[in-house]
């Protein structure tokens, strides 16, 4: 088994800014969060329809909240990733504004128009325009730490909403927040850089990755899980890869992956849960990667178990996302990269401002 991600040396020279401390602290990330929320004011409200405004790292904690919401409360949780917001926007929506650096242009453009559709509005942000925009206007600012890359921020991003949500009387999170954080720190410990390789799921799945082009497949709870692997694998890997959901592939998806010889250069990862085996869903997983991707392209990465030994869905889906983001860090480690710098994002950035 290759030895660099056994390196702590090598570790350490290839991750200079440290996006492994990020990782590591998430647990406490989660609880520093709670604490910042709590102390947030928020006068009673009941919304018809729950619209989070953000997009990238910003908008991922709308995407696990909407995930894990989905069967427990009746209130629609839509996240938005454009320049405007749906017609039936209005002064019955609670609108999530989030942004980490508070410059985001997508989410300024919804701001305002949140603004004129008079929604209840909560502003989710370490500064920038947004901050400044949402003093002016009087709204309600949640401010969260600063100098930490937006997708090591999701604890931040994530668990203010949660606690709003908590305030509105719309879901009472307290015990399975618990259990989740508890689990996490417990887990982390399997994939930090001082457990070796042949203990440490998150070096294992990265060896088997490297040098591959993935297609990150999840369903249910798992497709937000599924995009996080894609988007944490192209940011801090600096790698190609995708992600899909399952059933709808089934629907599309694995003609292609039958018939074209391209297939071939692509690896299928599928994130299995080890409490759903035999639902409908994970009889899809086990017949794709049979009939298809086994018989067809020949290289597929299997991960179940998640979530170790809990029961609870947020748990099993924080510790699955938890993976995925220590699996990108050690592939960028594998090809010698900083995972940290987004030099391309920034870039185009700055042309998209004319800079």
């Given amino acids: 088994m290759d030895q660099i991600l056994d390196d702590l040396k090598e570790i350490e020279r290839c991750d200079a800014q440290d996006m492994l401390g990020h990782l590591r602290n998430f647990p406490e990330q989660l609880e520093d969060a709670i604490r910042l929320a709590e102390a947030f004011e928020i006068q009673d409200f009941k919304p018809r329809q ?92 949640i401010s969260i730490p600063k100098r930490i890359p937006p997708r090591a921020a999701i604890a931040y991003l994530f668990m203010p909403m949660v606690i709003v949500l908590k305030k509105l009387g719309l879901h009472d999170p307290e015990d399975e927040l618990k259990v989740a954080i508890d689990s996490l720190k417990r887990q982390k410990e399997q994939m930090v850089p001082e457990n070796p390789a042949e203990k440490n799921p998150a070096k294992q799945i990265a060896l088997k990755l490297r040098g591959e082009i993935p297609i ?10 599924a995009r996080r692997w894609g988007t944490q694998l192209n940011e801090n890997a600096k790698m190609l890869a995708w992600f899909a959901t399952f059933p709808e592939m089934n629907h599309n998806e694995i003609e292609a992956w039958a018939s074209d010889d391209n297939s071939k250069k692509l ?46 869905h947020l748990a099993r889906m924080l510790y699955s996302l938890y993976l995925g983001d220590f699996v990108s860090v050690y592939l960028a480690i594998l090809q010698g990269i900083d995972p940290t710098p987004v030099s391309a994002i920034e870039g185009f950035k700055r042309d998209l401002a004319g800079i």
Avoid: H
């Fill in 50 to 141: 729950i619209i989070i405004a953000g997009v990238g790292g910003s908008a991922i904690g709308g995407d696990i909240l909407a995930t894990w919401l989905y069967n427990r409360i009746d209130i629609p949780i839509i996240v938005i990733r454009d320049y405007n917001l749906p017609l039936f926007v209005d002064e019955n929506t609670l609108l999530f504004t989030v942004s980490y650096s508070g410059n985001t242009e997508e989410t300024l453009s919804l701001f305002s128009e949140g603004i004129k559709r008079q929604c209840r509005i909560v502003a989710i942000t370490s500064g920038g325009k947004l901050e400044e925009l949402g003093k002016n206007e009087n709204i309600k600012l």
């Fill in 216 to 225: 990150i497949y999840g369903g249910g709870m798992y497709k937000v899980v």
């Fill in 267 to 312: 690896t299928a990862v599928l994130l299995r849960d080890n409490f759903a085996l035999e639902s409908p869903l994970q009889k899809r997983f086990g017949l794709t990667k049979s009939s298809i991707f086994e018989k067809y392209t020949k290289k597929v990465v299997e991960v179940i178990a998640f979530g170790g030994e809990e029961k609870d």
